[in-house]
């Protein structure tokens, strides 16, 4: 999707922050916008594949969200949230409008109403209907893989389609704690899904 970096620009790519690359982005950095690409383009796929089940569906939100990261890079506040809540909320929301445009659900829809259960049958419920695809089979791998009280936030967030605001008020918990649960699941399903290709 993006032109390939120099090889100066990859050997310092680790060093670099997101929040430093989404500044370079804001001033129209394309280079600061493909180290971001092959940082997150995984994890965003992922993630719009279990929201749709749809292969092409999430390579479009996959491209979209890029997209829209590079317009508005700019609104983008590293101290409201770290970049990659903020692009799988961009994510999120991508495939919601997908999925309303054609009427459906999202294909993990967990019973926030449920308060007890959501953390155990939650995750059973993503493992139990990932059967098909070694896609969605690593997603739910990873998913299983978090601690329950990340897993119970991710899923809630992304599967259940609460705001962190929201999360903090059910389950009573300090917002700074849910962010921190969020940006810390985050970062493993990164670490997970960094070495597949899809």
């Known amino acids: 999707m993006f032109s390939s970096n120099t090889s100066s620009e990859v050997s310092s790519a680790q060093e670099v922050s997101d929040d430093e690359l989404v500044a370079r982005i804001a ?4 280079g600061a916008l ?3 690409y092959e940082r997150y383009s995984s994890l965003i796929f992922t993630v719009a594949m279990e929201i749709t089940f749809e292969k092409h569906t ?15 890079a700019a609104s983008f506040d590293a101290k409201r949230s770290a970049f990659s809540t903020w692009a799988l909320s961009i994510t999120r929301n991508l495939c919601l409008d997908r999925l309303r445009a054609k009427k459906r659900r999202p294909t993990f829809d967990v019973d926030i109403n449920e308060t007890d259960h959501v953390a155990t049958e939650g995750a059973e419920a993503i493992i139990g209907q990932a ?3 070694d896609t969605r089979k690593l997603v739910s791998y990873a998913v299983h893989q978090l601690e329950p009280e990340e897993r119970r936030c991710i899923e809630l967030s992304y599967f259940g389609g609460l705001s962190q605001s929201e999360i903090s008020r059910k389950l009573n918990q300090p917002l700074g704690t849910v962010k921190g649960r969020i940006r810390r699941s985050l970062l493993k399903l990164r670490e997970t899904l960094a070495s597949y290709e899809f």
Do not use: P, S
Not at 27 to 30: A, E, F, Y
């Open 27 to 30: 001033t129209g950095d394309r």
């Open 34 to 36: 493909a180290l971001l």
């Open 58 to 72: 999430a390579e479009e939100v996959l491209q979209d969200a890029f997209v829209r990261i590079w317009k508005h």
């Open 131 to 133: 059967a098909i695809g």
